[in-house]
Every structure is written in structure tokens, then in C-alpha cells.
């Protein structure tokens, strides 16, 4: 069964930080391309960071030298790291795998997706 599990959200207060995690299994356990993205009330879900199996990542403009993703292969497992966390971090955080490398950082690149772990930083 192809399914994929966030856990590490929670509250924090601006500038703050919270490690997420993702931990991958059935058919997303050989995905190539792993995915954070974000939706806030109200807003579309958009782009975080992306890592591949090799270790080449992309981010956001918008989380670029504050957020870190990394991956375990052997534990099928990736993480972002979320420092210095401001009140438009705010969202629920999706964890996202896809079997190839996409081309562009949307939605419909991904083919599996987690239930999402809500984030909220406080002013």
C-alpha cells in the first residue's frame, strides 16, 4: 500500500524551528523524488523543497536559507528542517513522492501524497 506519514508538526513562536518528517512506504518506498509543500486556509498548495535519491535539492524562493531537506534512503525517511520560522510559514505541510524527476515544482508532479501535519508560528 503506497502511503506517506508526516509527523514533527506543531506550535512555535517566530523564529523558532521545527523538524518535519515523512517516512515513505508500499510503492512510494522506491520513489526517486521526494516533496514538501504547503497549504494555507484559504491558498493553493505551493512548493517547498524537492529532494532526489542522489542528494540534489530545490527550494522555494521564499524558504531558501531557512529551511534544510535531507533524506535517509535506508530508512525510506526525509526531513525538513525549519528554522527561523515566521507567522507565513503557517500551513499544513504535505510530504510528497513521485518515481521520477520532475521538471517543475507543482501538484500534479507528484504521485503520492501524506495527510499533512499542521504547522502554526505565533507572532
Known amino acids: 500500500q503506497a502511503q506517506l506519514v508526516e509527523s514533527g508538526g506543531g506550535k512555535v513562536q517566530a523564529g523558532g524551528s521545527l523538524r518535519l518528517s515523512c517516512a515513505a512506504s508500499g510503492r512510494a518506498f522506491s520513489s526517486n523524488t521526494m516533496g514538501w509543500f504547503r497549504q494555507a486556509p484559504g491558498k493553493e498548495r505551493d512548493f517547498v523543497a524537492a529532494i532526489r535519491r542522489s542528494g540534489s535539492t530545490n527550494y522555494a524562493d521564499s524558504v531558501k536559507g531557512r529551511f534544510t531537506i535531507s533524506r535517509d534512503n535506508a530508512k525510506n525517511v526525509v526531513y525538513l528542517q525549519m528554522n527561523s520560522l515566521k507567522p507565513e510559514d503557517t500551513a499544513v505541510y504535505y510530504c510528497?513522492?513521485?518515481?521520477?524527476?520532475?521538471?517543475?515544482?507543482?501538484?500534479?508532479?507528484?504521485?503520492?501524497w501524506g495527510q499533512g501535519t499542521q504547522v502554526t508560528v505565533s507572532s
Open positions: 510528497a513522492a513521485t518515481s521520477g524527476i520532475p521538471l517543475r515544482n507543482g501538484v500534479r508532479e507528484y504521485d503520492y
